[in-house]
């Protein structure tokens, strides 16, 4: 999987940080202090994305209204999943990002260690 380019990032950004879905319209204004895109661009981009399965949408009134299919989280697991995936050495990797967590992190890291683990056992 190929990571967003840069405007797909600032839209999905944008979608992602929304409490609802979002129009082209909500978008253009949300990036209008920093990249002040076309209403045309935006609109094709998100159709793109669309496409793509990142972004869903339905139509109300005359406008599309999008919303994310994944969570940043996922979209981020992916692009590290397929990272992963093309390395003989996955625990190294994974080890050096571990020095670079915080407490907080760390304690979440645990969490989810202890839920595979868990799974991994039940099945």
Known sequence: MRSF?????????????????????????ALRDTRN???????????????????????????????PTATQQEYAARLIGDVLAETPHRAGV???????LDPDELDE???????AKAKRGAS
Request: glycine residues 6%; aromatic residues 8%.
């Open 5 to 29: 380019g840069e405007l797909e990032a600032a839209i999905m950004g944008v979608a992602w940080a929304a409490a609802d879905a979002v129009t082209v319209r909500d978008v253009v204004e």
């Open 37 to 67: 895109p076309a209403y045309t661009t935006v609109q094709t981009v998100m159709d793109i994305l669309h496409t793509k399965g990142w972004l869903d949408r339905d139509k109300r009134g005359r406008a599309y209204r999008y919303h």
């Open 94 to 100: 994974l080890a050096k990002f571990v020095t670079e």
């Open 109 to 115: 890291l645990r969490v989810a260690l202890r839920k």
